[in-house]
């Protein structure tokens, strides 16, 4: 199985969860109202485990593709089927949804709530995952601005494609990347510092995964401003020695791979 949870869960209906929710939330609120605001989230949701049925903390998500493995941990799994994602935090951040919805989409549950406990009251959003893992799978591939030609731009196609098969779109972009880098051997291979050259000067060095020499690879999940990012792309090119960037965009429905030169 390419994503394995712990043990088995049950996708809950909007219904059932919202219910879930306001259960899990009242325990919640009566722990910070005791506890306040300043402790670590870990305190508080060991002690929702101890106060509340059926709740594993730390909820390992093995995630895995050929000779590539990682493991995921959700904050809170209740009764098998609610994903609880906790915060200590002064505001809740694209980053802290973006993050619960990797687990949402990799546990193949449709809903979820951030709980963040660092403010005077306790900060809660629900984050919804509604695509299911056949669909994720089911994708257009854009290549008609792709390079073979270019060093290791083949091993790059193949491999995405091949770990989209199997995992699907939607999942966290830095995971997309740490399979590629993996599967370009290692970090120890692939990160390289690139020099940076500004109008009269080298200016320093910039820290790029490089798929072959003077060849880096990006990848990022755009849904719009496609142009404005290639735009900066090829200003980036244009202050190094690299002779390419190899740009993969996974978008839910539509996986674009462009060459940047």
């Given amino acids: 199985m390419p994503i394995t949870p712990l043990h088995p869960v049950r996708r809950l209906t909007q219904q059932e969860f919202a219910e879930l929710s306001f259960e899990v939330m009242g325990c919640a609120f009566e722990i910070h109202n005791e506890f306040g605001r300043f402790f670590d989230e870990k305190i508080y949701k060991r002690e929702l485990a101890s ?3 059926r709740v594993d903390i730390e909820f390992p998500i093995s995630i895995s593709h ?3 493995s990682t493991t995921y941990y959700l904050d809170a799994l209740v009764a098998d089927g609610g994903a609880f994602e906790f915060k200590a935090v002064a505001a809740l951040a694209p980053a802290h949804q973006g993050q619960l919805y990797n687990y949402l989409l990799m546990l193949d549950l449709a809903h979820g709530k951030l709980v963040n406990v660092r403010p005077e009251s306790v900060q809660h959003e629900f984050v919804n ?3 299911l893992p056949e669909e994720r799978r089911i994708f257009e591939v854009c290549k008609d601005r792709w390079d073979p030609s270019i060093p290791r731009a083949d091993m790059i196609l193949d491999s995405v494609i091949s770990v989209l098969r199997d995992w699907g779109t939607g999942l966290a972009v830095n995971l997309y990347e ?3 880098t993996h599967f370009l051997g290692g970090e120890e ?3 390289h510092n690139v020099a940076v050259q500004g109008s009269r000067l080298s200016l320093g060095y910039q820290p790029m995964r490089l798929a072959a020499p003077g060849v880096a690879f990006k990848v990022t999940a ?3 401003d496609f142009g404005c990012f290639e ?3 090829r200003r ?3 202050h190094t020695d690299l002779r390419a960037i190899l740009w993969v965009n996974i978008g839910l429905r539509e996986v674009t791979f462009v060459t940047v030169e």
């Fill in 51 to 53: 106060r509340f049925p």
């Fill in 66 to 68: 050929r000779t590539f």
């Fill in 129 to 131: 995952a509604l695509a």
């Fill in 178 to 180: 740490s399979a590629l």
């Fill in 189 to 191: 291979v692939v990160f």
């Fill in 222 to 224: 755009l849904e719009a």
């Fill in 231 to 233: 735009e900066h792309t």
């Fill in 236 to 238: 980036l090119l244009a």
